[in-house]
């Protein structure tokens, strides 16, 4: 299992649509909005490429000091099937 953590969403937004949207967006719509976009990137480039597999965003989900931590809102967001 992979798990891949976007750290700057807020900067990609201000990047992608300029800094006035971004500060019009709260961080969880800049972060949700990026997730979306890598998630079906990462399904396109991915099935391109044949491999099958499932894709899935998660809330509640942290990594920290080598231990993964599951918190009580736990919720699969997104999942994709390629």
């Known amino acids: 299992m992979i798990l891949l953590k976007i750290s ?4 990609l937004v201000s990047m992608k649509f300029g800094k006035f949207l971004e500060k019009l967006t709260p961080d969880a719509i800049d972060n949700s909005a ?6 079906n ?3 396109q480039d991915l099935s391109k490429e044949g491999v099958k597999g499932e894709i ?3 809330n509640g989900l942290n990594v920290a ?3 993964l931590h599951l918190g009580e809102d736990l919720k699969v967001r997104n ?3 390629f």
């Open 8 to 11: 700057n969403a807020s900067e």
């Open 34 to 39: 990026v997730e979306d976009f890598i998630l």
């Open 41 to 43: 990137r990462m399904v």
């Open 56 to 58: 899935s965003i998660v």
């Open 65 to 67: 000091d080598d231990m």
């Open 79 to 81: 999942r994709k099937v």
